[in-house]
């Protein structure tokens, strides 16, 4: 019994005790090491790249400089819709007299949730963004598209709208007399205070012809207190036109007119001081200077006198 416990604190002593110590020693060591490892990995992977990492930064400038590119093309096409766009409305919209597209007319700001799977992390905003210009270019697109189809539907027309727009003189001018009276604000030749003249005035003999100065259909001539007798005429594409103080009306209600048609004799009937044409020109609603439109079929230095010569009149009392 005294040999074996001999042999056990030997044995104790000599081998289980340093194989413990050893291990402990060892799993502190291998604990260490891994720490040293770890911060080490942590302190190179943040001041340095390793081949891997490099590779995707290099990506990520790469897609980053292709997402700019792409904003840049994009802004460079909306440039260019916005010179088609100009020159639309200016241009061909003002020569056919068509009203213009309102802008907002096709462009719907998509919500926010639209594009929750489109962007995340860090570039985020950049691809978020690039959409939204994706989407705007679009939907600009579709409105130049839309608004080009009814200039290229009139254009096709444009032979039968030339016809219909109000460029003849309603009188003979050669019969004019004195100057024309001028489309304007004036002062009441009876109340003196500041009144809207909706057309000019041309005077003549008595009996003279009035023509339709396009073609268009004759709406409702009548007796109109202040105009006297008058004619109105419908000439589609948003024009009309108006023919006051007449002696006699010749033309009915519904009635084909074409351009050149004598429609009445000139006269002063209604709140009138004498014998004169009362011509207005009226586009989409809203009264129009008529001198105007009546450069036809002269020149220069005869519409540039006409104009510098017209003048305020009293010929209408009302």
């Known amino acids: 019994m005294e040999k074996k416990s001999l042999l056990y604190h030997y044995a104790r002593k000599h081998f289980v005790v340093p194989f413990r110590l050893w291990c402990y020693r060892f799993f502190r060591l291998s604990?260490?090491?891994?720490?040293?490892?770890?911060?080490?990995?942590?302190?190179?992977?943040?001041?340095?790249?390793?081949?891997?990492?490099?590779?995707l930064r290099e990506g990520n400038n790469l897609t980053i400089a292709q997402y700019n590119l792409l904003k840049e093309e994009i802004n460079n096409s909306l440039k260019l819709i916005e010179n088609i766009r100009t020159r639309e409305v200016n241009q061909y919209r003002?020569?056919?007299?068509?009203?213009?597209?309102?802008?907002?007319?096709?462009?719907?700001?998509?919500?926010?949730?639209?594009?929750?799977?489109?962007g995340y992390g860090r570039y985020e905003n950049l691809m978020v963004g690039a959409q939204r210009q994706i989407d705007y270019l679009s939907q600009r697109a579709h409105q130049l598209s839309m608004s080009l189809d009814g200039v290229e539907i009139l254009a096709a027309n444009k032979d039968v709208m030339m016809v219909h727009l109000p460029t003849l003189w309603p009188m003979d001018r050669t019969k004019l007399r004195n100057h024309i009276g001028k489309y304007g604000w004036r002062i009441h030749p009876i109340f003196k205070t500041r009144k809207m003249h909706t057309g000019i005035d041309?005077?003549?003999?008595?009996?003279?012809?009035i023509y339709a100065t396009g073609d268009g259909v004759v709406m409702n001539p009548h007796l109109?207190?202040?105009?006297?007798?008058?004619?109105?005429?419908?000439h589609q594409f948003g024009y009309k036109t108006r023919y006051a103080h007449l002696s006699k009306?010749?033309?009915?209600?519904?009635?084909?007119?074409?351009?050149?048609?004598?429609?009445?004799?000139?006269?002063?009937?209604?709140?009138?001081?004498?014998?004169?044409?009362?011509y207005e020109i009226i586009h989409k609603n809203q009264h129009v200077n008529p001198i105007n439109y009546l450069n036809r079929d002269m020149s220069t230095e005869e519409f540039k006198e006409i104009v510098d010569n017209a003048r305020t009149t009293t010929f209408e009392q009302d």
């Open 31 to 55: 604990l260490i090491i891994l720490v040293l490892a770890l911060v080490a990995n942590f302190i190179f992977s943040y001041f340095f790249y390793t081949p891997k990492m490099w590779e």
């Open 249 to 278: 009306i010749l033309v009915t209600q519904g009635q084909k007119v074409k351009r050149g048609d004598v429609i009445g004799l000139l006269g002063s009937t209604g709140r009138s001081s004498g014998p004169h044409l009362h």
């Open 94 to 118: 003002s020569v056919f007299s068509i009203d213009t597209i309102k802008d907002d007319a096709y462009w719907v700001r998509y919500p926010q949730n639209q594009y929750e799977e489109i």
């Open 202 to 209: 041309m005077s003549g003999p008595t009996g003279l012809p």
């Open 224 to 234: 109109k207190s202040g105009y006297g007798l008058q004619v109105l005429i419908d």
